[in-house]
């Protein structure tokens, strides 16, 4: 008799799970609806309403081949769901693995990476980079006064240097190396990287400086960039579809495409410079990083920073217009409240993260065609639908 009751325990125990487990489902099902059918621009001009757009008809509208977006929840990813198409010409489908360039969003995962040297002593953020660089030496001229250029300065971007951002090479073209990169020498097609003011006055944004952070990163630890980032930064947060390099056409890859719909010669472009453009990576990869970065700021997770760390990589240096500008990091400043944040774009891809600083929430929206707008609309919606605090505040035009 005690075995019965025990067993009728047991299954009554198992069916409330279940019944919890589908209702948890549903609800998250009502919300992803509600986000696919609520895309809406900040700005609104020519109506008092708020419009709610359906995510299908924006992307027939903007001409954006695919998309995938990752939610995060209570500090947790809670859904995630690709839309469209990787390659339309193959009839390929976006889901939730396939790869997408992280653009510039490239520069916030370098951070991380180049912090844990720091936090290992091997790198000091306020002392002369020509200290740590072997390969490459900074040259110095007038233009810098006589300041030295320091870490913290190229990852606030506050470090005086040019060269904003990079066009990448055709796949069958060549390749420069890090060294031409920085020195404007053929193949490279950038300028060189070079003082355009003195350092620690204000915030130019430098792809260029991102990427003297690389040299000093592979200068530091004797391994190459790929290889450091995977043991330092994407084992430890399982970030297992983050790469630098693509060894064939087989991968889960999205192909780029430009906004008015036609597809990049040669189907993407390569960026060398890893630290500034060259991550392929997915928006479940990139939302483990996000939520890192909130857990280990309140000293629940050290995969990578401890809290001392991550607080100082978060720890504004300059700022530019309403927000201000960390380590790698933005404190992008939304009606009121700031969102910890990086965007992206290179040919034929855009993308966003935006985070909560305190309250475990956030989205990760990767596509690949040139059209910012659809993605922010995105961000916008899952705004929208969970409530966040003040980022969604629509503007009337007339």
């Known amino acids: 008799m005690k075995n019965i009751e025990k067993c009728s325990l047991l299954l009554l125990i198992a069916f409330s799970f279940f019944i919890s487990a589908q209702k948890l489902n549903s609800d998250i099902g009502d919300k992803i ?12 001009s020519g109506s008092d309403k708020v419009p709610s757009y359906n995510i299908l008809d924006r992307m027939k509208q903007f001409h954006v081949k695919g998309v995938s977006i990752a939610v995060i929840n209570n500090y947790k990813i809670e859904w995630i769901k690709g839309y469209g198409y990787a390659d339309e010409e193959e009839g390929r489908k976006v889901d939730v693995n396939t790869l997408f360039q992280a ?41 810098s006064k006589r300041k030295i250029i320091t870490s913290r300065n190229l990852l ?5 240097l040019g060269g904003s951002g990079f066009m990448g090479y055709e796949r069958n073209g060549p390749i420069p190396d890090i060294v031409q990169v920085l020195d404007g020498i053929s193949p490279a097609n950038s300028k060189p990287v070079r003082s355009i003011k003195a350092p620690g006055l204000e915030f130019d944004y430098s792809g260029g400086g991102t990427v003297v952070s690389q040299l ?36 889960n890859i999205a192909l780029g495409y430009y906004s008015d719909g036609k597809k990049v010669k040669g189907k993407y472009h390569l960026y060398p410079e890893y630290s500034a453009a060259g991550l392929w990576t997915t928006p479940e ?46 404190h992008r400043y939304k009606n009121g409240v700031y969102y910890f944040n990086h965007n992206g774009g290179n040919e034929g891809f855009t993308c966003a993260s935006y985070g909560s600083l305190d309250k475990g929430y956030g989205v990760v929206v990767m596509t690949n ?10 961000c916008n919606s899952v705004a929208r639908v969970y409530d966040w605090d003040r980022f969604f505040v629509p503007r009337f035009t007339k």
Request: charged share 25%; hydrophobic share 35%; proline share 3%.
């Open 33 to 44: 609806l509600k986000v696919e059918n609520s895309l809406s621009p900040s700005v609104i």
């Open 103 to 143: 653009a510039s969003i490239s520069k916030t995962i370098n951070s991380l990476g180049f912090m844990k040297l720091v936090q290992l002593g091997s790198i000091d953020l306020d002392k002369d980079i020509n200290t740590y660089l072997k390969s490459w030496k900074f040259p110095y001229d007038s233009i």
């Open 156 to 160: 606030s971007h506050s470090a005086g």
């Open 216 to 251: 000093i990163l592979t200068d530091t630890s004797g391994k190459s960039y790929e290889e450091f980032m995977k043991k330092e930064v994407f084992e430890p947060l399982q970030m297992t579809h983050s790469t630098y390099s693509l060894k064939n056409d087989t991968l």
């Open 285 to 330: 990869d990139l939302a483990k990083y996000m939520i890192e970065c909130q857990l280990a700021l309140k000293g629940k997770s050290e995969k990578v920073l401890t809290q001392k760390y991550m607080e100082e990589r978060f720890t504004p240096v300059v700022n530019y217009k309403e927000s201000k500008v960390a380590l790698g990091v933005f």
């Open 369 to 378: 065609t040139n059209n910012q707008e659809f993605m922010l609309e995105i």
